[in-house]
């Protein structure tokens, strides 16, 4: 399986400590989940992965909720309804696994695509957006 998944970098960060923190943390876990696609790891193991990816990722959807509210960010709704989906996805894969390779393939799916769609592309936005709204106040 060709890697997809990026490793870290800070042009990623979209300017809160904890939040990105919280997102290297993330690749780390979907650089290890990418790595086990083409290996031959047990149920127990990926079921290990899994459980560590939900955790953290339902840990890191409740601080960064709180950051956006916080700073008043008008897409929290839109980004609510992101994490909301993205866990049940999580759930979905748990019910409707078959075989190891089977949750290791969906879950994989998961990983890149929520890495690659949502930090990359909206939570960055959240970091663009704070910037420009800092240096509008500040030129007021």
């Not at 970098?9 to 696609?37: M, P, R, V």
């Not at 897409?75 to 309804?81: G, I, M, S």
Request: charged letters at 30%; proline letters at 2%; aromatic letters at 8%.
């Amino acid at each position: 399986m060709p890697k997809v998944i990026p490793s870290w970098d800070e042009k990623y960060c979209i300017g809160n400590e904890q939040i990105d923190s919280q997102h290297k943390k993330l690749f780390e876990i979907a650089l290890k989940i990418e790595k086990t696609a083409g290996e031959n790891v047990t149920q127990d193991e990926i079921k290990a992965m899994l459980t560590e990816l939900f955790n953290y990722m339902k840990d890191h959807f409740s601080h960064e909720e709180g950051y956006m509210q916080e700073i008043g960010y008008p897409q929290l709704e839109y980004h609510r309804v992101a994490h909301k989906h993205i866990t049940e996805e999580m759930v979905k894969i748990v019910k409707t696994i078959k075989t190891t390779n089977d949750l290791k393939e969906k879950l994989y799916i998961v990983v890149q695509k929520w890495l690659l769609e949502h930090i990359l592309l909206e939570d960055m936005s959240i970091g663009e957006w704070h910037r420009e709204k800092l240096a509008n106040e500040a030129s007021d």
